[in-house]
């Protein structure tokens, strides 16, 4: 049920299930959420100014999302993040500002992440 076809962000659950309504969500089953990210890297995605670039990679394809971070990001969910074009802040946010979404991930690597075989990493790099 992976569709990645979402305008504005993408998103990432500990959920083992996808609806048809999750057009954003590029992965499933992950083994953290927001709440569950060190505090090191937190603190580095609540610093103003913070530049975030996060990499999908599945197998040998991987795509490279540039973001940024904000004072005001809450991470508090224990089963979501979400990455977002806009500057919407809700406890789900992993950044903001990026510039990508979900349909703008090569269609290769969407057609891996739809495989339930598939395991998937997501880096997340602040500077």
Not at 34 to 52: N, Q
Not at 91 to 113: Q, Y
Request: net charge positive; hydrophobic share 35%; charged share 30%.
């Amino acid at each position: 049920m992976v569709r990645a076809t979402h305008p504005t962000t993408i998103e990432i659950t500990t959920e083992e299930y996808l609806t048809e309504n999750g057009d954003c969500i590029i992965g499933v089953g992950a083994s953290k959420g927001c709440a569950g990210l060190g505090a090191a890297l937190k603190e580095g995605l609540r610093k103003r100014g913070s530049r975030v670039t996060v990499r999908v990679v599945a197998g040998s394809k991987s795509f490279e999302v540039r973001a940024a971070g904000d004072p005001k990001l809450q991470l508090s969910d224990p089963h979501e993040m979400i990455i977002r074009r806009s500057d919407f802040v809700s406890e789900r946010t992993l950044a903001v500002r990026a510039d990508a979404a979900s349909r703008d991930l090569p269609r290769d690597l969407v057609r891996l992440l739809r495989n339930p075989d598939t395991r998937a990493r997501l880096e997340i790099e602040v500077s």
